[in-house]
């Protein structure tokens, strides 16, 4: 149980374009799903915090027109990369939290690379 | 006050050896503390996690002890082997977590 799949699973782009990435819990339903950002041999940095029907939270520094993000229902999340950048590459990754369990699941992480 | 300091960076053992990861926080608030594990090009995966009602808590060959009053917690891991070679990391808070900095472990043969 608690499963957490992420779509798609690495990216390449063009700089000025656009990328969706989804969060999907699989066999739970999570209120609160986050989004992190790791670059290589780094910790995770929370960029948002999203609950269902409702505005994400952005932490301090994160641009909320350039991270878009919605959480359509108790199963999905997605963030989008808007106007992408090459600075923009990194590692995102989405965890879901699960009430029943009081913990972060995480999923597996998209690996965008903005040329 | 949101800070999780984790050390060591960096920790080599031999096979059968026991690593220690030491974690310290700062806001007594925090309630939750969880410890994951990460191997390249993956997501974290969720190891054992303690909640500070309890000093200890074990989950087959890996252990946390808490220390509420030194605001320290730390992962050992018994009887180690190559394949829990990975970064861990450790994290502090409820249902929001704030992350230590990482220790890549290698387990030598």
């Known amino acids: 149980g608690a499963v957490v799949s992420q779509h798609p699973s690495w990216v390449i782009c063009k700089s000025g374009t656009s990328v969706k990435i989804e969060c999907r819990s699989l066999d739970f339903q999570a209120t609160t799903m986050f989004w992190y950002r790791q670059f290589p041999k780094q910790s995770l940095m929370l960029m948002a915090t999203s609950n269902e029907g409702s505005k994400a939270t952005y932490e301090q520094g994160v641009e909320k027109d350039k991270f878009l993000i919605n959480h359509a229902s108790l199963t999905l999340s997605t963030l989008t990369v808007t106007s992408a950048h090459p600075e923009d590459s990194s590692f995102y990754i989405c965890?879901?939290?699960?009430?029943?369990?009081?913990?972060?699941?995480f999923g597996p992480g998209t690996r965008l690379l903005v040329l | 006050q949101q800070q999780v300091k984790q050390s060591p960076q960096s920790l080599i053992v031999q096979k059968g050896g026991i690593p220690i990861i030491n974690c310290a926080y700062e806001?007594?608030?925090?309630?939750?503390f969880p410890w994951y594990q990460q191997f390249p090009g993956k997501g974290p995966a969720l190891l054992i996690a303690i909640r500070p009602d309890v000093s200890e808590k074990k989950e087959g060959r890996f252990t946390i002890s808490f220390n509420k009053s030194a605001k320290q917690f730390s992962l050992h891991i018994m009887d180690s082997q190559p394949g829990d070679s990975a970064t861990y990391f450790c994290?502090?808070?409820?249902?929001?977590?704030?992350f230590g900095q990482g220790t890549r472990l290698t387990i030598n043969p």
């Open positions: 965890s879901a939290y699960t009430t029943g369990q009081e913990t972060q699941y």
């Open positions: 994290a502090a808070g409820a249902q929001k977590l704030v």
């Open positions: 806001n007594t608030a925090f309630d939750y």
